[in-house]
């Protein structure tokens, strides 16, 4: 069967800490985990077509990124490719130059391929010479990728995803290379793993850190919060929005209804308008709170402009610091103890 699009990628569920070696199909293989937009990449298949590039949720997103189109034109024909979209800027992946390309048409996409070029990262095949893949073992798999790019000595713009067995090197990249802006932690897979389209069959492991940010709006009420807002100065004495947190559990949002106080006129985010989670345009009902209370916050790497994209936790309040003290608007975490 030949593979048409749209077709589900695999995808990952969070864990907080490495699996055991035997958790998934013929031992652990650890990939990093990169913060793009994932794709699937198919060149025509089996007669003369087009290069489609596929979003996760379905769309095809080719004339957004025409130089990947370009370049595909010299792949195989009849390949289907899972992979990440990337943007880099200097030495560091740009989540925020990602989504101007994402978002771009016509002249404008093909201005910024020459300006923000992207890379696909590829850690999959699903298909090779129109040949169905999905019942093999990820390893045939992965060599199916690797002499993909022996062969055709492929350079920029596919990048070949790094991985390993060796549990310490994955380890030591979930400190070391989360450094990056960009990369957020692991991906882990089973060698003899089928690709399960729509299944959470893969495990993913973000680096977390612990931070500070201003309590600055909750949800809920002052009696019963359910998730803080969270906030923090900028170099123009402005409090940002960084940061909004996952449900409390019921004795922290006990705690914490103690501490709060219901805003006066006056709050710097009176005029602000909340949506639903990161990207949404849905709105939000929030409770402002003066902005007093200080709590630590674990993170993970993925930021945009200087806020978490996804739900921070929260894990303590800070009474011995005053929002005097915490980072400035744009300042990343520290990492976390343990």
């Known amino acids: 069967m030949v593979l048409r699009p749209p077709v589900e990628p695999m995808l990952a569920q969070a864990r907080d800490r490495l699996p055991a070696p035997g958790a998934l199909p013929g031992g652990l293989v650890f990939q990093p985990k990169f913060d793009g937009y994932r794709a699937l990449l198919f ?19 080719q004339a957004r990124f025409p130089e990947l189109v370009r370049a595909a034109e010299h792949l195989p024909d009849g390949l289907v490719l899972d992979g990440e979209l990337v943007v880099w800027a200097g030495e560091q992946l740009s989540f925020e130059a990602l989504q101007r390309r994402a978002a771009s048409s016509g002249r404008t996409a093909v201005q910024l391929a020459e300006e923000l070029p992207a890379h696909f ?8 010479d129109g040949r169905e ?3 093999e073992p990820y390893t045939n798999r992965r060599t199916r990728v690797e002499e993909l790019f022996a062969h055709h000595s492929l350079g920029a713009p596919w990048t070949l995803c790094p991985e390993t067995s060796d549990v310490h090197v994955a380890q030591d990249w979930l400190t070391s290379w989360t450094g990056v802006p960009g990369v957020e932690g692991l991906v882990i897979k089973g060698r003899q793993q089928r690709y399960l389209p729509g299944v959470r069959g893969w495990y993913k492991i973000r680096r977390r850190d612990t931070t500070e940010g201003i309590i ?32 409390l559990h019921p004795e922290p949002a006990r705690h914490l209804a103690a501490q709060l106080t219901a805003a006066a006129q006056g709050h710097p985010w009176e005029s602000v308008r909340f949506t639903t989670s990161w990207g949404s345009r849905t709105p939000l009902d929030v409770v402002l709170v003066e902005p007093q209370v200080v709590a630590e916050i674990d993170v993970d790497t993925a930021q945009d402009r ?12 800070r009474e011995d610091m005053a929002p005097g003290d915490v980072a400035a608007f744009g300042e990343g975490a520290v990492p976390a103890s343990g």
Request: hydrophobic share 40%; net charge positive; glycine share 10%.
């Open 43 to 61: 060149t025509p298949s089996p007669a003369p077509g087009v290069v489609v590039v596929q979003s996760r949720r379905g769309n095809l997103v």
């Open 121 to 128: 990262i590829v850690f999959d095949a699903l298909q090779a």
């Open 133 to 135: 893949l999905l019942r």
């Open 216 to 247: 600055g709006a909750i949800t809920g009420t002052l009696r019963r919060p359910q998730t803080l807002l969270l906030g923090r100065y900028d170099q123009d004495g402005s409090l940002r929005l960084v940061a909004r947190s996952t449900q």
């Open 306 to 317: 200087g806020a978490w994209r996804h739900p921070v936790r929260f894990v303590r309040l």
